[in-house]
């Protein structure tokens, strides 16, 4: 069962989230699957539980449910050895170079800080798209700990959220360098907490946080999916705040926005300075192009650069990638680029997602987003919480798909067609007037993009 989840999974979720677990026992079609302390338990439950049932019920049909107990698992000293090897054969480091790679990857990232040297603000664009995360940014520089504290950026996939929160560490990094600078990505923070309590190192943990001058934590919001992790990391949040140390947070929401996160940090959160990374408008969308192949010394058209810009919208990630391809193309082809030449790559590397969207996507990336299990998505509860997304997964099979509306009231639990139109004129109402839903269905559909 192992092996087939971790086909379906990344490679740091497995190893952070199943490798110590395993089952014990099958009874009355309840499996209990030992995990080794309480994080993994609600992680498991809240975001895998899916993945691992059909696992199992692939190998045996008998199984019904799924039950989760914290403890350890006595597994014979030589299928347990054996498993060892085969994690190393599967972990070998030569497999992670297919891992997503930056560009520029000469340019390595400090162990001490985590910071990657490429995220600096001279190659950092500001348009009115982000001004106002920027302009905070330069204040938490000129005043860390004192000012703006926290100082919590949101954002959409690809805005350049990761990009200034290191830059902002950097930069303090230049003008003070005996202060100690940490970059975590939530992820990472949570694994490093889950090893620590398996190996009964909390205090040193604590103790290689309490130390920092400058906190930077990456896309908070996956830490609202447990509640212990989200104690472990309030405790850890006082502790630097007290003390009058900057810390630095980045989401792909606004704290009202992110559903499960306790009040007590939503109200940490909120006291500090929110800002928003907006999307870039043509022009600033040009002249990231622009820098971008002045920094690669490169040169191309302006009218292709203008197509690019025109083509990508919404991820400035995207944006570069066009740019990428595009050069690369001539590199390889030993041609000039000319408009029609970037318009072939571009409309390939464009259309490619949108082959791969599926209703079911959208159902998982709705109810990942709002933290609704899609069970209730497509049931008939009428809770206000589960109202919206289901009306937005609604609106976005018939936008996005072209479904009919009978066949999109029928994948919600066999609702009757009208339904399913008021549901989407409704969402189509609200858009005319409401520009955060615009910016929410945006983010709903950078995470159907992304898998
Ligand atoms: P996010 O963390 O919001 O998903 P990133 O910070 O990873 O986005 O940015 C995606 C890519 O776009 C990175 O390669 C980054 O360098 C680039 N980028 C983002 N914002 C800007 C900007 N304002 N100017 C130049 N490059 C940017
Ligand atoms: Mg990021």
Not at 24 to 37: K, L
Not at 75 to 102: I, M, N, Y
Request: proline share 4%.
């Amino acid at each position: 069962m192992l092996a087939k989840i971790e086909l379906s999974v990344s490679k740091p979720s497995f190893l952070t989230w199943f490798q110590d677990t395993g089952i014990t026992e099958v009874q009355n079609g309840v499996a209990t699957v030992f995990v080794p302390n309480i994080f993994a338990k609600e992680w498991l439950q809240n975001k895998y539980h899916k993945t691992i049932l059909h696992a199992l019920r692939e190998l045996t049909a008998d199984v019904k449910d799924i039950s989760y107990a914290v403890g350890k698992l006595d597994v014979p000293q030589g299928q347990a050895l054996l498993h060892q090897s085969q994690k190393r054969k599967r972990f070998s480091p030569a497999d992670a170079s297919d891992e997503e790679t930056l560009p520029m990857k000469e340019l390595t990232v400090n162990p001490e800080t985590n910071l990657n040297p490429r995220y600096t603000f001279d190659t950092f664009v500001v348009g009115s798209f982000n001004e106002l995360a920027h302009a905070a940014a330069q204040s938490v520089i000129k005043n860390p700990g004192s000012g703006y504290n926290p100082l919590f950026i949101y954002g959409g996939v690809g805005l350049g959220k990761t990009h200034l929160i290191q830059a902002i560490g950097t930069e303090l990094l230049r003008q003070s360098p005996g202060i100690k600078v940490r970059y975590v990505p939530s992820e990472k923070y949570m694994t490093e907490v889950v090893d620590a309590l398996r190996n009964q190192e909390m205090n040193s943990l604590k103790d290689k946080y309490r130390t920092v001058d400058c906190l930077i934590i990456d896309d908070i919001q996956f830490i609202a999916r447990t509640e212990k992790m989200q104690e472990e990391f309030f405790h850890m949040f006082n502790t630097l705040y007290q003390k009058n140390r900057q810390i630095i947070i980045s989401s792909d929401r606004p704290p009202q926005a992110i559903a499960t996160l306790e009040e007590r940090l939503r109200s940490r959160f909120e006291g500090g300075m929110i800002a928003d990374i907006g999307l870039p408008d043509f022009e600033t969308r040009l002249l990231i192009l622009r820098t971008k192949t002045e920094t690669k010394k490169i040169t191309i058209p302006e009218k292709v650069l203008m197509y690019i810009a025109d083509s990508v919208k919404t991820n400035i990630r995207e944006l570069e990638g066009a740019l990428n391809r595009v050069v690369m193309a001539a590199k390889l082809s030993n041609t000039p680029i000319d408009e029609d030449a970037a318009k072939k790559i571009i409309t390939s590397h464009i259309n490619a997602p949108k082959k791969f969207l599926t209703a079911k996507k959208i159902l998982k990336a709705i109810s990942e987003f709002y933290d609704i299990s899609e069970k209730e998505l497509t049931a008939h509860s009428r809770k206000k919480d589960v109202v919206k997304p289901r009306q937005i997964a609604m609106y976005l099979m018939r936008e996005e798909l072209k479904f009919s509306y009978p066949s999109i009231g029928d994948r919600f639990g066999g609702r009757d067609h009208t339904t399913a139109i008021h549901s989407c004129e409704k969402i189509a109402n609200n858009l005319k007037t409401n520009p955060e839903l615009e910016e929410e269905i945006r983010m709903v559909k950078d995470r159907i993009l992304l898998g």
